[in-house]
């Protein structure tokens, strides 16, 4: 992997269930790691999700292969959080390709 295209930074966070005072469980990110990636845009398009039309959009980001990520993790990039969706580890390159989806809330 060529150290020069991980123009990026971008911020893991675990999701982890929690009870309230109330007994209700939310879900809150705690901060694991922060790390510089490559970009690749990877497209999108136009939905209705809950009536309201809802712009996906989908991108890959190349990270080593030593980050600590996994399926079930957020990453935040450029002010946005976004899904994982596919983590493909490339041991030629020591890289670790991630497919993530802008996320809904």
Known sequence: MNAGTLTEVIT????????????????????????????IHNGGGKGIVNFEAFYSHNKIFQVRDYNPIEEFDVIEWNGQKWNVIDITPIKQQMMKQIVVELKND
């Open 12 to 39: 893991i966070y675990k999701p982890i269930k929690t009870k309230n005072k109330f007994g209700e469980e939310t879900i809150e990110l705690f901060f694991k790691t922060k790390t510089r990636a490559r970009l």
